[in-house]
């Protein structure tokens, strides 16, 4: 499959976890990739797997001045940028009543606040290379409540609110804007929360299809979002959480 | 592209618009299609037109015995079955709630509901064979929000969007996953059942964020997307292509 050929994707936090899967995949079915990330080592090693369809770029998602030098830099190595995945996040789990201003803050500042910014900062190139595709990572907890995500909810809700804005805004430009919301994927964020392999199947053997995501789960997603395959989707969410948001059972 | 290689799938109301573009597409990606409608003019001729891999059946969808015919024969033919895609349906000349006849009411809902719960009940016994399978809804918008002079259509169609839910739980444990495909507005022949010309037609989708209505293809490329094991990690979910129709409303220009 290369239907992603003549597509030039920035992907945020793609040192590891579904921004590096996302990475890979693109790039095997025909794109060319920018890996971006705070996680220099990781992200330069999967760039250099990947070979020269990648390019590593350092990306804070919360730093304005980062995002012009890195669209500019996507741009000046690989000619245009139709592709932008808001993927870099960040979790945490702490009840209301515990959960300062800064922690509060740090959440949105990567989650909600590097969304804007990426969005804004690439709508010109995307204007002028004709069309684009900007996928942005939210979450089921961008549809339902999580407890102990005061911060985390309120950022993946908010994202899935700014996509619909944006794809009202820039589809005269042929821009497409669509939030993706995985369920429990199976990646650094959710064993270095501190679950162990165990508590994983577990928690996740309740879901309808009985398990947890994998990374390579949702770049497909991101590849179909990212392809001219999804033309005439626009502001809307797609949900790959094994049936968790499907509803509730009262039997099992 | 063979994203459908080893893929069977029974298409509903298949020999036109929608869903004669979902069989050709999913020939072209390595799939084969059981075709099925009530136009069987129309359907024989698709059919022919992509060889082998497809194969036309006369189905009435609100027909309890040609399900299980139909899905009998094509289980038969291609050897297994693991892909539904229940598309047809039917709309109404817009009337407002206090001028819907019953008749209408239920003819709609016969069509466009009770065809879909037949059809996924049908499709379970072969799709647990399998291995596993993926069910399509075609819903709608307005399986999402309302339409104006559409109450059996909408009833209907929020209906579809209720069932993939109830179905997806159900029937996760045997890998069999469920999937609604909300589509916009599309150009096919149901638009004139509506009432409306092409021309106001394309007119009336002017305003939405893409500023365009649909062509057929645009929803199959989200059909064969769901069928594919590209999505195997999506079950019970709304998958809309609007053009951003539902995305919100806008005070400016
Ligand atoms: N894993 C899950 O269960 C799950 C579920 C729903 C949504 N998500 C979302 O998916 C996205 C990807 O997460 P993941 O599961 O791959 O986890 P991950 O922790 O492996 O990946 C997140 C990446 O973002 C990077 N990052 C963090 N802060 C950054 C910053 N300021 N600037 C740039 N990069 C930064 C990290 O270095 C890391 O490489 C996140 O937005 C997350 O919220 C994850
Ligand atoms: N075109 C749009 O704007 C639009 C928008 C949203 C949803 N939809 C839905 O998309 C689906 C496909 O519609 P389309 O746009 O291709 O229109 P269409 O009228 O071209 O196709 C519908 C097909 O269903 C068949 N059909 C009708 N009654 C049947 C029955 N009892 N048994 C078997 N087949 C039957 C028709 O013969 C026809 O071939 C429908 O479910 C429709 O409600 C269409």
Request: some cysteine; aromatic content about 6%.
């Amino acid at each position: 499959m290369s239907n992603l050929a003549g597509k030039v994707a920035l992907i945020t936090g793609a040192a590891r976890g579904q921004g590096a899967a996302e990475a890979r995949l693109f790039a095997e079915r025909g794109a060319k990739v920018v890996i971006t990330d705070v996680l220099d080592e990781e992200g330069r090693q999967v760039a250099a797997d990947i070979g020269d369809a990648a390019h590593y770029i350092h990306l804070d998602v919360t730093d304005e001045n980062s995002w012009a030098a890195a669209v500019k830099e996507t741009v000046a190595h690989f000619g245009k940028l139709n592709v932008l995945v808001n993927n870099a996040g960040i979790v945490q789990v702490k009840a209301l009543v515990d959960t300062s201003v800064a922690d509060y803050m740090k959440v949105i500042e990567i989650n909600q606040l590097g969304v804007f910014l990426g969005m804004r900062t690439v709508a010109g190139p995307m204007k002028e290379a004709g069309s684009g595709s900007i996928i942005n990572i939210s979450s089921i907890d961008g549809l339902i409540g999580m407890s102990g995500g005061s911060a985390y909810c309120a950022s993946k809700f908010a994202v899935r609110g700014m996509t619909k804005v944006a794809a009202m805004e820039l589809g005269p430009d042929n821009i497409r804007v669509n939030s993706i919301h995985p369920g429990g994927i199976h990646t650094p964020m959710i064993t270095q929360a501190g679950m162990d392999e165990s508590v994983m199947k577990d928690i996740f053997s309740k879901v309808p299809l009985g398990r947890v995501g994998q990374p390579e789960e949702m770049a497909t997603l991101a590849a179909y979002l990212a392809s001219d395959d999804s033309s005439y989707s626009t502001g809307s969410e797609f949900i790959a959480d094994g049936g968790l948001t499907a509803g509730f059972s009262l039997e099992h | 592209m063979g994203a459908l290689d080893g893929k069977v799938a029974l298409i509903t109301g298949a020999a036109r618009g929608q869903g004669a573009a979902e069989a050709r597409l999913f020939v072209e990606r390595g799939a084969k299609v059981m075709m099925t409608d009530v136009l069987d003019d129309e359907g024989q001729q698709v059919a022919a037109e992509l060889g082998d891999a497809a194969a036309y059946m006369r189905l009435d969808v609100t027909s309890e015995d040609g399900w299980k015919e139909v899905v009998a024969a094509t289980v038969e033919k291609f050897g297994k079955l693991n892909v539904l895609i229940n598309n047809a349906g039917i709309i109404t000349p817009v009337a407002e709630l206090h001028e819907t006849s019953l008749a209408t009411f239920q003819k709609v809902t016969d069509v466009n509901q009770t065809g879909v719960f037949l059809g996924m009940r049908e499709v379970v016994e072969p799709m647990k064979k399998a291995g596993g399978g993926s069910i399509v809804n075609i819903a709608s918008i307005d399986g999402l929000i309302g339409m104006y002079g559409a109450v059996a259509y909408c009833a209907s169609k929020f209906a579809v969007r209720g069932m993939t839910k109830v179905a997806a739980i159900e029937l996760g444990k045997y890998g069999i996953r469920v999937n609604s495909l909300h589509p916009g507005g599309v150009k096919t022949k149901i638009l004139d059942d509506t009432g409306m010309t092409e021309a106001q037609a394309e007119e009336a989708f002017k305003a939405i964020p893409l500023g365009r209505i649909a062509k057929s293809e645009e929803m199959a490329t989200l059909a064969a997307y769901l069928a594919s094991d590209d999505a195997s990690y999506s079950t019970g979910s709304e998958f809309i292509a609007d053009g951003g129709l539902t995305a919100g409303f806008a005070l400016e220009g």
